[in-house]
Nanobody
Framework: QVQLVESGGGLVQTGGSLKLSCAASGRTFSTYIMGWFRQAPGKEREFVAAGSTVYSDSVKGRFTCSRDNAKNTLYLQMNSLKPEDTAVYYC???????????????WGQGTQVTVSS
């Protein structure tokens, strides 16, 4: 089992950058596939990134997912932010590399990202 806590969200202007972190507890962080998802008001939770190589088309080239297993931390570097990136961002842990939220077993509480126009 793993507990996840996101941080780093906030308010940023269009074109700005933010770096989200997801701190994991437990000794098994390195064994999990990690992903990022987001959910905007009134919309379903959507895939953002998984592993360090799979990205949604909407963020490809702007967002970078990375992890530091020694620090039990997952990151999401977000550049060239747009108003449509506004959402609550969640990190998740699972056993398969997937774009489907249901394939992830553990979730953080989320961190709000707001991009002003």
């Amino acid at each position: 089992q793993v507990q996840l806590v996101e941080s780093g969200g906030g308010l940023v202007q269009t074109g700005g950058s933010l770096k989200l972190s997801c701190a994991a507890s437990g000794r098994t962080f390195s064994t999990y596939i990690m992903g990022w998802f987001r959910q905007a008001p009134g919309k379903e939770r959507e895939f953002v990134a998984a592993g360090s190589t799979v990205y949604s088309d909407s963020v490809k080239g702007r967002f970078t997912c990375s992890r530091d297993n020694a620090k039990n931390t997952l990151y999401l570097q977000m550049n060239s932010l747009k108003p449509e990136d506004t959402a609550v961002y969640y990190c998740a842990a699972g056993n398969v590399l997937s774009v489907t939220p249901g394939d992830y077993h553990y979730w953080g509480q989320g961190t709000q990202v707001t991009v002003s126009s």
